[in-house]
């Protein structure tokens, strides 16, 4: 009985729902302040919602939107990450450090790299539509 207690003690411990409460509010505020004060994410919102839009317009089928969706999202991660890397990396120092620009500017290349593979699959999706033979 005692160790049934426990084990559930230990298994309410690992399901507190009010450390996940204060987590999905956490993840908001760093959604707002990256909507709030970087245009790149709102830039990247927009023509998300739009592709999105353009999607459902030219009746893309399930599959098709599932792809256009994940890409969307690949592209805000991408811009996320890169954001969090200027942050902290601006955290540790404002002078400017060859290593520190390599990481800034890597990071970008994961943007870069993100929205190709978001024009190459827009084209795949779009292209035929847009452009019939």
């Known amino acids: 009985m005692v160790e049934r207690r426990r084990r559930l003690r230990v298994f309410r411990h690992i399901f507190r729902y009010r450390s996940f409460i204060k987590s999905f509010g956490y993840a908001c505020t760093g959604i707002l302040y990256l909507f ?78 993100a929205v190709i593979n978001a024009v190459g699959v827009g084209w795949i999706l779009f292209g035929r539509k847009v452009f019939p033979h």
Do not use: W
């Open 36 to 113: 709030r004060y970087h245009q790149n994410m709102r830039l990247i919102f927009l023509m998300g919602i739009a592709a999105f839009l353009g999607g459902i317009f030219f009746r893309l089928n399930g599959n098709e939107l599932a792809a256009l969706c994940i890409t969307i999202m690949l592209v805000f991660m991408a811009e996320i990450i890169n954001t969090a890397i200027e942050l902290m990396l601006d955290m540790v120092t404002r002078k400017y450090h060859p290593m520190i620009k390599m990481v800034k500017d890597v990071a970008a290349g994961v943007v870069l790299l």
